[in-house]
């Protein structure tokens, strides 16, 4: 199920499809023995999904149909609280606690617009990694070299391969440090992370309260559009796109170009080259601020302090059923000091405005979302020393947007039938609609090239 949510709302509209028939094909391809559904969903709703479609198909028949997502199948990631269901963060640790009392704000929005939850997708535990493993419920494969076996991406895993593998037309994630754009780029989905404060937190599972935001991964941007507009309480609307002649891009020289592989610099390359040719003018830039974030996060950053204030009392309880490589993560917070966090809280505020004055000259900024295709499984699960590297690599573009308090969208820009390659475009916060209309433009442009 790869169409677009546009494309099969249109069919839903025009008596082509049901929503009955869209959640039974999901619902078979999740089930599939042979297919990734098991690793894909720690709790999958299948027949009360069905159930539910078959509602939608009514309310459809006498006119009532809520919004363009009215019978369509999403998954969502299990960090959102589902009434009567627990919710388990990816981890064993939480598996006996009491189920939600009420539905998280964005699972009600979803609901309410008539989407059909089709189940709660696998994650890194506590949502803590970029890279997507979970040795407790196993890890969704890439779609690209399955046979092989490579990473989704995380936090938000199973969200991305229920889209590339038709067990959800679509995938609401949460991103602290790129955790929706990152599998949405290594997958070859569009993903966006909106400005954190534009979607409400409430029922979700915390990882940093500082740098969490929640966000789709899709088809394409205009499937992230409508559902950002969904999640944001807004008109389940989509921007227009952009006018590419004249938009101001700007590439960032200072640190997100390091580490690039081939694959990847080539992508990008055309894909500046064919923006260039649309008429975007396209302007290499220094941000200087980039290169100094590691340093304000050298004793462990907000995800730090704010992770283990979550987790401590979990930890003492439970600590030896945690995954190891997110309890070292997590436990480095409890270094930090009440002093040590508020000196980055305040290192945050300096930076933020002087990224914002550095970028303002610029409709958006350009830039690898990932600058290297998805490692192999079998090593980062061997390899403890590889694992970190891979995973402090990965996460190093889209972090310094959350840390920007800004927004991102992550575009596949790679060549078809190669690994993908995401191309992120992002702004500050606050310009999440401008930002989704140039992904647009941007999307439309890559694509006339393929």
């Not at 992230?224 to 006018?243: I, K, Q, S």
């Not at 979302?369 to 889209?398: E, H, K, Q, S």
């Amino acid at each position: 199920m790869t169409e677009t949510l546009s494309a099969l709302s249109a069919a839903l509209a025009a008596g082509r499809t049901t929503a009955q028939a869209l959640s039974e094909a999901a619902v078979a391809r999740a089930r599939d023995p042979d297919g990734e559904g098991a690793r894909v969903f720690i709790a999958h709703a299948g027949d009360r999904a069905i159930a539910a479609a078959r509602a939608s198909d009514a309310l459809r028949a006498a006119g009532a149909a809520r919004s363009p997502l009215e019978g369509l199948p999403i998954s969502v990631k299990d960090l959102f609280d589902i009434a009567g269901e627990t919710t388990r963060a990816g981890s064993v640790v939480l598996a006996e606690a009491p189920p939600a009392q009420r539905h998280a704000t964005i699972v009600t929005r979803l609901l309410a617009a008539g989407a059909v939850l089709v189940g709660r997708t696998n994650m890194t535990e506590f949502a803590y990694s970029g890279l997507g493993l979970n040795p407790h419920y196993g890890t969704p494969r890439n779609p690209y070299d399955r046979a092989t076996g490579r990473i989704p991406g995380g936090s938000s895993s199973g969200a991305a391969i229920s889209v590339t593998d038709g067990m959800a037309a679509a995938a609401i994630g949460t991103d602290t440090g790129g955790s929706v754009r990152i599998p949405a780029a290594l997958c070859g989905l569009a993903g966006f992370k909106p400005t954190a404060r534009r979607v409400p937190a409430r029922g979700t599972l915390p990882l940093s309260t500082s740098l969490d935001s929640i966000g789709p991964l899709a088809p394409s941007v205009a499937c992230c559009a409508l559902l950002d507009a969904v999640l944001a309480g807004e008109d389940a609307d989509v921007p227009v796109p952009a006018e590419l002649r004249g938009l101001r891009l700007a590439v960032p020289t200072t640190l997100v170009l390091e580490g690039v592989d081939e694959t990847v610099a080539s992508a990008f390359q055309a894909a500046l080259s064919a923006l260039s040719a649309a008429g975007a003018v396209v302007t290499e830039i220094a941000v200087p601020e980039f290169a100094a974030l590691a340093a304000i996060n050298a004793k462990g950053g907000l995800p730090g302090a704010e992770a283990w204030a979550y987790h401590r009392a979990l930890i003492a309880r439970d600590g030896d059923r945690y995954d190891p490589r997110v309890r070292l993560r997590i436990e480095r917070g409890m270094a930090m000091s009440a002093a040590d966090y508020v000196d980055v809280l305040h290192a945050r505020t300096a930076w933020i405005a002087a990224v914002e004055a550095r970028i303002a000259p610029f409709d958006a900024l350009v830039l690898p979302t990932v600058p290297v295709v998805a490692p192999l499984i079998a090593p980062l699960v061997a390899d403890d020393a590889l694992y970190g590297a891979a995973n402090v690599l990965i996460l190093r573009n889209p972090t310094l947007i959350n840390f920007l308090d800004g927004c991102a969208l992550s575009v596949p820009c790679h060549a078809p039938g190669t690994a993908p390659v995401g191309l992120m475009i992002a702004g500050a916060g606050g310009s999440d609609r401008r930002i989704l209309s140039i992904g647009m433009a941007v999307e439309a442009a890559l694509a006339a090239t393929r």
